[in-house]
């Protein structure tokens, strides 16, 4: 058998043909766009975080409220201060601030067609308070204990104590509201709330429906024809599992893919001076922090880890590590939040007296320490290499030593704790400076991690949380910031930049706390 | 030797085999202190929460209990399920099987093609140009790192001469697949006579098999020019020389020794070759098993890694039984020694 020439060429048009279709497939859909991320959802429901979930449930599930929106250098930015309507129309609380109720908004109703009522709300809470997962952390953190349906559009919440931050909560995507009519009739007696069926399934009032998922390929989102603030202006979204993140980059640049998920910071130093790409950045919540045990020699003595804050100049770290992007930690409120205060920070690079905090504490010649660090966060190796290196000045020796992810979780979760000096990534979902007191500094906080614990600082939260006066929770907030600075449980680095990158012409995308884009914020040109 | 009993035997010896690669893949991945229920609680995952997931998962029972629990499980069929996808393991590896046996085969059928009749030339033209160009571009398949192969690929055939489709997967994103018969979209399509899922499934295939035939044709270029060169070195070739033989009789002749050897070092070369092809499948997006074990080991997916190494000591074996029988077939040596 011979092969011809033509046959070559023909052969060689028809793979160039097939490549040519595939790459402009897409781009002649009207209004889609093809988010290359590391894999698809693993499930849909807001309670169970598996791969993937927190990405997508956001698209799906929105919140009673939201925060308020203002313009800064040419963009929109969320505003922590404002708690705006959003599914709930208005609201109402009692003298004590204890009960709570909320009308909804009607005529909103879910791609399925069915409105929303104040029952969808009670389902998706009872389902949290059932799962005890992640909504029922917030309903907790919120001081919720029950909601009721009084209404069709009437729904009351009880709080067992007054909460400031109850209103920023609702915000969040979970507990989440169901379209509970849909959801119900896939429940059986063995699954109540329908859970195997939210592994593939989404039924919610938001903006975006999951149309169809293949596992480990692809998952098909479609605008829901119902949303009550109108249209996206994406019609489609292609959810497609590229998990090497080269290859996302590859199909950014090459406009296959108009968003992909969050790349390093190299890679974005490299893409900023790639006009095929859009790079932008906008504050970070979570600091790049150092950890110190304050139950494990050397650490348990607060001199010792305010020697450690004098070794180390964070200046240095924005410009080796973030490339100059970041910003100094000044406390272990991110600048974001509101009352943050960096007035009580009072290290800085000052070897002298991080030598003579050490001598205080009986370490004249300085001392020696391993510092754990993972693959949890991109920039943890570089940090501990760092850390390293800088606290050399006060005489103490750091050997980095790399622990898998699923180890670094497994100790730093609550139930353990037994790391002595390690490095972690831990920023607040919800805007409120009293969320992030309460998630990372109290004593029982579950991002708290290095078991630091100060009675006076647990009563400030406490304080904060419960008053609806809002000076004394101003006041418990700068007195807790002053109070954790001077107990210095972290090395406090610096705050990297939230980075995305998408396709040139997209504009609109708003940064959350949860660090996750809603794609109903994005245009294209 | 009675080809059933030569299965039998080697079925009674896959048992213990199985057996110690499960114990061996449970003990270094309990071994290695992780423990994936912090993971599963989240970022806001409580003592409390963490404790009941570690309960849920039989994750607070001794190391021999969970090993013994898992064991009696997997003998019913049932690997457990992944505390990421919370599906069960072997219908979610089972899923992914046919994406990777296509591209593995096709990638080994395509190496062999290259592969075979390159090393059995450049033994006949030994010291010729043609041996010093096929050994030096072996070398670079040899050379090249698999990921980078990958990505060199994409580089060069989507990015820059936009001849092949993105590695975007097996299929082309606007694209419904056909319904499932085979599991592979190619097979698929064609049964479905949907020739828009056919030329798409081909195309998103030439990259990712290419890649994979580089790989496999380096080491069978090497191997079979080794080994044909030892059977042209060999007494009865050389006395088929001498009495005279035509050429192609001596061809055949060499050929026919130099099959077994060559059949079984292919047969190496395929389980070897599944590593390779995992970071393919994980460069092209081709959710196959190596991807989905790949991301297993790195999420920390006790159930999921531990199904997925046994179901590769399984197909190994069932790799080097099928080249057994082969040369069964083909040597009747073998038949007497078996």
Not at chain 1, 5 to 15: E, P
Not at chain 2, 92 to 98: A, C, G, I, K, T
Not at chain 2, 154 to 173: E, I, K, N, Q
Not at chain 2, 189 to 203: F, H, K, M, Q, T
Request: aromatic letters at 10%.
């Amino acid at each position: 058998m011979s092969v011809s020439r033509r046959g070559i060429l023909g052969g060689t048009a028809a793979v160039v043909g097939m490549g040519l279709t595939s790459r402009h497939a897409a781009a002649q859909q009207p209004k889609t766009m093809v988010l290359a991320a590391s894999g698809t959802p693993e499930g849909f429901d807001g309670d169970v975080l598996r791969p993937g979930t927190q990405q997508t449930v956001v698209q799906v599930y929105e919140g009673l409220t939201r925060y308020g929106r203002v313009e800064k250098d040419g963009h929109i930015e969320l505003d922590p201060t404002k708690i705006e309507p959003h599914l709930a129309e208005k609201w109402e609380t009692s003298a004590d601030g204890k009960r709570w109720v909320f009308t909804l908004r009607s005529g909103v109703k879910s791609p399925y067609g069915n409105e929303l009522s104040a029952a969808d709300v009670e389902w998706g809470w009872t389902k949290s308070f059932a799962q005890k997962r992640t909504g029922n952390f917030i309903a907790n953190v919120a001081n919720v204990t029950g909601v009721k349906a009084l209404s069709q559009l009437e729904v009351e919440f009880t709080l067992s104590a007054p909460s400031s931050i109850f209103l920023a909560c609702l915000t969040l995507y979970t507990p989440s509201i169901y379209d509970s009519t849909e959801a119900k009739k896939h429940a059986t007696a063995d699954d109540p709330w329908a859970l195997d069926w939210m592994l593939t399934h989404t039924a919610g009032y938001g903006a975006y429906h999951c149309e169809s998922v293949r596992p480990g390929e692809q998952a098909n989102f479609v605008a829901n024809p119902n949303y009550f603030r109108g249209p996206p202006f994406y019609a489609r979204v292609i959810y497609r599992a590229v998990p090497s993140p080269a290859s996302r980059i590859t199909l950014l640049r090459s406009g296959v893919a108009q968003w992909i998920d969050r790349p390093n910071m190299q890679q974005i130093i490299d893409l900023r001076s790639d006009k095929r790409v859009k790079v932008e950045g906008r504050p970070g919540r979570a600091m790049m922090s150092v950890r110190m045990n304050s139950t494990i020699k050397p650490f348990d003595d607060v001199r010792v880890r305010q020697a450690f804050n004098c070794g180390i100049e964070q200046g240095k770290l924005v410009q080796s590590i973030l490339l100059g992007t970041g910003d100094d930690a000044k406390s272990v409120l991110p600048p974001i939040v509101a009352d943050y205060d960096p007035s009580f920070f009072e290290y800085g690079f000052d070897p002298a007296k991080g030598k003579a905090l050490l001598a205080e504490a009986g370490y004249p010649n300085g001392l020696s320490t391993e510092l754990i660090f993972s693959d949890v966060s991109w920039w943890e190796e570089q940090v501990a290499v760092q850390v390293a290196d800088q606290l050399k000045s006060i005489g103490v020796t750091v050997t980095p030593r790399h622990i898998t992810a699923t180890e670094m979780n497994a100790r730093g979760a609550p139930a353990r704790q037994d790391m002595p000096f390690f490095t972690y990534e831990d920023g607040p979902i919800v805007l409120d400076p009293i969320y992030t007191l309460a998630l990372l500094a109290d004593s029982k906080g579950v991002s708290n991690r290095c078991q630091y614990a100060n009675p006076k600082l647990d009563a400030l939260v406490l304080q904060g949380r419960t008053t609806l006066d809002a000076a004394v929770k101003h006041d418990a907030v700068e007195q807790a910031q002053k109070i954790w600075m001077d107990d210095a449980p972290w090395i406090l680095t610096c705050y990297p930049q939230l980075f995305e990158a998408m396709g040139p012409g997209i504009s609109g995308w708003v940064a959350y706390p949860d660090e996750r884009v809603r794609w109903v914020d994005l245009r294209s040109a | 030797m009675n080809p059933v009993r030569f299965l039998l035997r080697r079925a009674v010896l896959l048992v213990p085999l199985l057996v110690l690669v499960a114990v061996f893949t449970f003990s270094l991945l309990r071994m290695g202190g992780a423990d994936p229920s912090a993971a599963m609680a989240g970022p806001t995952g409580s003592a409390q929460e963490i404790a009941m997931l570690r309960s849920q998962y039989g994750l607070d029972r001794s190391l021999p209990v969970q090993f013994a629990i898992w064991v009696g499980h997997v003998l019913q069929g049932d690997f457990g399920r992944s505390w990421s996808t919370g599906k069960p393991v072997l219908s979610e590896l089972l899923s992914r099987v046919p994406a990777s046996l296509e591209l593995l085969l096709l990638g080994l059928c395509l190496g062999c093609a290259i592969g075979v009749p390159v090393g059995v030339y450049t033994a006949f033209h030994r010291g010729r140009w043609a041996d010093h160009v096929a050994r030096v571009v072996s070398l670079f398949g040899f050379s090249i790192p698999t990921y980078f192969l990958g990505l060199l690929m994409l580089l060069v055939f989507f990015a820059t001469l936009d001849w092949a489709p993105p590695g975007m997967g097996r299929l082309s994103l606007m694209l419904t697949p056909p319904p499932t018969v085979t599991g592979s979209y190619l097979l698929d399509g064609l049964i479905a006579g949907d020739w828009e899922v056919v030329y798409s499934a081909a195309a998103q295939m030439v990259l990712p098999v290419l890649s994979v035939a580089i790989i496999a044709a380096a080491p069978i270029v090497k191997q079979t020019r080794a080994i044909v060169l030892d059977v042209l070195g060999s007494d009865h070739v050389r006395y088929a020389y001498a009495q005279g033989l035509p050429g192609g009789r001596v061809w055949r002749i060499a050929l026919r020794s130099a099959a077994v050897p060559i059949i079984t070092f292919i047969s190496g070369e395929l389980t070897g070759l599944i590593g390779s092809s995992s970071l393919i499948e994980y460069v092209f997006s081709w959710s196959g098993v190596g991807q989905y074990g790949l991301d297993a080991i790195v999420r920390g997916d006790f159930s999921v890694v531990q199904g997925y190494v046994l179901m590769l000591a399984l197909f190994s074996v069932v790799v080097f039984l099928i080249a057994d029988l082969i040369v069964l077939a083909i040597e009747p040596r073998a038949r007497q020694l078996a």
